[in-house]
């Protein structure tokens, strides 16, 4: 393996360090916040709130007591409540408790009911999911929901686009006359596999014929991350023109060939703004999520079409934009843990795993493709912490809410010598998972 490959441009090393840095102090704060409020509002003060780790650069101490500071390290940060030994909240300080009124003592971490101690705990992984949500609900808000019937918003860059003008309404493509949108999707599969096609469209009250592209060409809408396409250079707006010298006119075409070509190197000839381009790459297997539930293998180069325009769209109700939100963060749960189980059981790569090498890469490619994406990214980002940190491992805040449930049932905390080794243990687990995601960071295609 070439060594100097693993070392990109400094430029390069600087954006995603930025881009991951900015991303990663955007969940931890809101996570800690999570935790900082719900303990305030619970009756559990905070001694300190702190936005990354190491040498203070600078702190104020609020009317509440509480020392907000920004440190050294943007790597993380933490809430220290009041009795804790130490920021994890995993043991308590004698000397601090000792000779505190009953009263005092309600406002430590350790001395309050096991109810706000709970809910502090979940708050943290709460407040991610919370974040994702509303950042999910608006990129709905955004984004805009089709309407009916389908009229044209605007043209999308693709290379050879003509005819089609803002405020048409299509009628038919290729004779065929275009359904509502809800049966879109199967409706254009039906079209004849060729481009140009012929549209008949409405335009200021008459009927206009033109011609133009198929409308999902192998059009390059995006670029995936960490992709075969991202490593060969594709960019969002190239269109796909040939795959091994053969033309291609439709995403389906260019989704089939790469499909069925086991992996095999592809030649690809690309329009980028009127200037033809030749790209080699080889597609990657990739582990899909599946809508029913489980894993779907397949050859990937790493890019998702578009139409040749944009429809026009209404602003959702409140109701429609806020499930949205909720069901995006959902199915990354669900998604996520589907596919932790897999990996477990073998039935699909371990590569699926990424380390925080990985996280930053795609964290300066989302940023790489504008603001949205990146947002995007982060939202992503943040349910994948919040579930993580529900995970039942000691130091981790899903094993602090498990030796609360213990206390529930027992009527008492788990014992010093208990808690020592289970957190021991925690830590175990928690590198071991961070050294597989390294690994694979560096060694996985």
């Not at 806020?322 to 589907?338: K, R």
Request: hydrophobic share 45%; proline share 6%; charged share 15%.
């Amino acid at each position: 393996m070439d060594l100097t490959s693993l070392i990109p441009s400094f430029g390069n090393v600087a954006f995603t360090l930025v881009a991951f840095i900015i991303a990663l102090t955007i969940i931890v704060a809101i996570h800690e916040y999570g935790h900082y409020i719900i303990g305030r509002i619970s009756g559990i003060k905070a001694d300190v709130f702190s936005i990354g780790i190491g040498p203070v650069l600078a702190k104020k101490t609020d009317k509440h007591g509480t020392q907000w500071q920004i440190a050294a390290l943007p790597v993380g940060g933490y809430v220290k409540f009041r009795g804790d030994a130490n920021a994890a909240s995993a043991g308590v300080d004698e000397d601090a408790m000792e000779g505190l009124s009953d009263e005092e003592r309600r406002h430590t971490m350790h001395g309050a009911p096991l109810w706000a101690r709970a809910a502090t705990v979940a708050a943290g992984p709460v407040f991610n999911f919370i974040l994702s949500a509303i950042i999910f609900f608006g990129m709905a808000y955004h984004t805009g929901i089709a309407t009916d019937p389908l009229t044209v918003a605007r043209l999308t860059q693709v290379p050879g686009v003509e005819g089609l003008e803002p405020g048409d309404q299509i009628l038919s493509i290729g004779g065929q006359e275009t359904p509502s949108l809800e049966e879109f999707g199967d409706y254009v599969g039906e079209l004849p596999n060729e481009s140009p096609l012929e549209y008949v469209v409405l335009r200021d009250g008459q009927e206009v014929t033109v011609e133009t592209l198929y409308p999902y060409p192998p059009y390059v809408g995006s670029v995936t991350p960490q992709s075969a396409a991202a490593d060969a250079g594709l960019e969002q707006g190239d269109l796909i023109t040939q795959v091994n010298g053969e033309a291609v006119s439709t995403f389906e075409e260019l989704r089939t060939i790469v499909g069925e070509g086991d992996g095999e190197a592809l030649d690809l000839t690309i329009n980028r703004g009127g200037e033809m381009i030749d790209v080699s790459l080889s597609p990657r297997r990739v582990d899909l999520p599946l809508p029913e539930g489980g894993f779907e293998t397949r050859w990937l180069i790493g890019v998702s079409g578009g139409m040749i325009f944009e429809p026009a769209t209404r602003a959702p109700s409140f109701g429609e934009a806020i499930t949205s939100g909720v069901n995006q963060v959902g199915y990354i749960i669900t998604s996520s843990l589907s596919g932790l189980w897999h990996m477990i059981t073998g039935a699909i790569s371990s590569c699926n795993l990424r380390g925080p090498i990985g996280i930053a890469e795609t964290s300066g490619a989302a940023a790489s493709q504008g603001v949205s994406s990146f947002i995007w990214f982060v939202a992503v980002l943040s349910t994948a912490v919040g579930l993580l940190n529900l995970f039942p491992i000691p130091v981790l805040d899903g094993g602090h809410l498990v030796f609360h449930a213990y206390e529930a049932v027992a009527g008492k905390p788990p014992s010093d010598g208990a808690m020592r080794i289970l957190l021991t243990i925690g830590i175990a687990l928690v590198l071991g998972i961070m050294l597989l995601g390294v690994t694979n960071d560096l060694f996985c295609p």
